[in-house]
T-cell receptor, first 109, second 114 residues
Framework: AQRVTQPEKLLSVFKGAPVELKCNYS??????LFWYVQYSRQRLQLLLR??SRESIKGFTADLNKGETSFHLKKPFAQEEDSAMYYC???????????FGPGTRLSVLP | DTEVTQTPKHLVMGMTNKKSLKCEQH?????MYWYKQKAKKPPELMFV???????INESVPSRFSPECPNSSLLNLHLHALQPEDSALYLC?????????????FGAGSRLTVL
């Protein structure tokens, strides 16, 4: 069965420091990986997805099929990045999206 | 309109009540989803409708009954719920286009079962 793990429940960094939120997955088919973010009092929204290979709000993520990872990185964290981040996997380009347990990022001033 | 709208925002019901949650989108998305999210947990998939037909049912108890009257509307009918069903119920939609199938979420309906 497909599974998404995010080892850190809470990650605290200082403003301006680099940040990396880890995501690992287990799935034998063709996965599509996403990062979703939920800011305080806002709805869950897409941050980025691996097929786009784009940078959003300074965040990037690279799919590493060898290590089955899709870590989210930003070189200089900002206070407004504080939020809950969920890594998600979509099976075989279908409709079954599976979410990881989430990492709460706290960027300290 | 680029939003998914859910009503009501909050619902309190007894275990013998019958109520419904509603979801609406006007983005032309042809897949609509119900997710359940307990506090401090990730969303868990319940149902998926694709082109108004139920395509995924993640072994959800029959006290939850989904309905998709048309391509813009999705309902979740609730009957004889248990207190442990209290949660945030999220609706989402997506295009049915390979490579562009990302979820757009509503703000959720927070359900409390007494």
């Amino acid at each position: 069965a497909q599974r998404v793990t995010q080892p850190e429940k809470l990650l605290s960094v200082f403003k301006g420091a680099p940040v990396e939120l880890k995501c690992n997955y287990s799935y034998s088919g063709s996965p599509e990986l996403f990062w979703y973010v939920q800011y305080s009092r806002q709805r869950l929204q897409l941050l980025l997805r691996h097929i786009s290979r784009e940078s959003i709000k300074g965040f990037t993520a690279d799919l590493n099929k060898g290590e089955t990872s899709f870590h989210l990185k930003k070189p200089f964290a900002q206070e407004e990045d504080s939020a809950m981040y969920y890594c998600a996997l979509r099976r075989d380009y279908g409709q079954n999206f599976v979410f990881g347990p989430g990492t709460r990022l706290s960027v300290l001033p | 309109d680029t939003e998914v709208t859910q009503t009501p925002k909050h619902l309190v019901m007894g275990m013998t009540n019958k109520k419904s949650l509603k979801c609406e989108q006007h983005m032309g998305h042809r897949a609509m989803y119900w997710y359940k999210q307990k506090a401090k947990k990730p969303p868990e998939l319940m149902f998926v409708y694709s082109y108004e037909k139920l395509s995924i049912n993640e072994s959800v108890p029959s006290r939850f009954s989904p309905e998709c009257p048309n391509s813009s509307l999705l309902n979740l009918h609730l009957h004889a719920l248990q207190p442990e069903d209290s949660a945030l119920y999220l609706c989402a939609s997506s295009q049915e286009v390979t490579g562009a199938n990302v979820l757009t979420f509503g703000a959720g309906s927070r359900l409390t079962v007494l």
